[in-house]
């Protein structure tokens, strides 16, 4: 997939997000769930696992279990039962390995695919705990529209360092313009959870230039997928310790 492409997708997958925030939790939490299964499709061949059904099949089954735990936890911190998702993840990367062996070879790269995947779909999830949070609607539309601008800009020009430059200036600028926008939200949080959304952004795209590119639609989809999910975290640990 082109950088330009997955940059689109990143961007569209950033807007969802803010709009899922606006209308509420329940819709938020769709949006994550589509995109975590979309995810779990092509991470296995983007990260080149031996048994990539098995592998999608359990970020499948372990990001619902987090985005389920993240909806149901009634009292803050909203994200102490998602680890449960996380460490079934993890053993039952390892567990597959025993029933469904990878190729010879490959099965450390299966398992680290694999976990690696866990914690994006699980990152994925704290964008409904941040939705859950003081100043919850504001600051997911603020980390998603940060999000939809930094891809943008991260492919604005031919030159990668200068792109990733531009793109965390226009991040943080968004994140700081929402943040004074949005009654609740003070200003300097909102520059702080644009600049960690535009810092992510441009992280994994650097990383996905580096990298062959991936045959096919589903592991370019992952691709342009996983700095969104993994966006989540961010915001949520940056909403808690600048908002409150």
């Known amino acids: 997939m082109l950088p330009t492409t997955r940059a689109t997708i990143s961007a569209a997958a950033a807007a969802l997000i803010a709009v899922g925030g606006f209308l509420g939790t329940r819709y938020l ?22 048994r990539r059904r098995a592998a999608s ?4 089954g372990g990001g619902t279990l987090a985005v389920v735990a993240v909806v149901l936890g009634r009292t803050a911190p909203h994200l102490r039962h998602m680890v449960v998702a996380v460490a079934l993840m993890a053993i039952a990367a390892l567990v597959s390995e025993v029933f469904l062996p990878s190729s010879r070879g490959r099965a450390v790269t299966s398992v680290a695919a694999t976990c690696a995947g ?14 859950r949070t003081h100043g919850a609607e504001d600051l997911v539309v603020t980390g998603g529209a940060a999000l939809a601008v930094s ?8 030159r990668p360092q200068l792109s990733s430059g531009i793109a965390l200036v226009l991040g943080t600028a968004t994140g700081l313009a929402t943040g004074a ?3 609740e939200l003070p200003w300097y ?3 702080g959870v644009g600049l960690l959304c535009a810092v992510i952004v441009t992280l994994l795209q650097e990383l996905m230039r580096r990298e062959p590119r991936a ?3 589903l592991p370019g989809m992952s691709s342009a997928l996983a700095p969104v999910l993994s966006a989540g ?12």
Do not use: C, N
């Not at 949006?31 to 696992?49: D, E, F, H, S």
């Not at 099949?57 to 499948?60: A, E, G, R």
């Not at 866990?118 to 939705?131: E, F, K, L, P, T």
């Not at 961010?234 to 409150?244: A, I």
């Open 29 to 50: 939490a769709v949006v994550v769930l589509t995109m975590i299964v979309a995810l779990a499709l092509g991470w296995p061949a983007l990260l080149r696992a031996s």
């Open 57 to 60: 099949v359990i970020l499948m």
């Open 151 to 158: 891809a943008i800009a991260s492919v604005s020009t031919r």
């Open 118 to 131: 866990a914690i994006v779909v699980s990152a994925g999830a704290a964008w409904v705990a941040a939705s």
């Open 181 to 183: 926008l949005f009654p």
């Open 233 to 244: 975290v961010l915001v949520y640990v940056g909403g808690r310790l600048l908002v409150g």
């Open 215 to 217: 045959k096919g639609w």
């Open 189 to 191: 949080a909102g520059a």
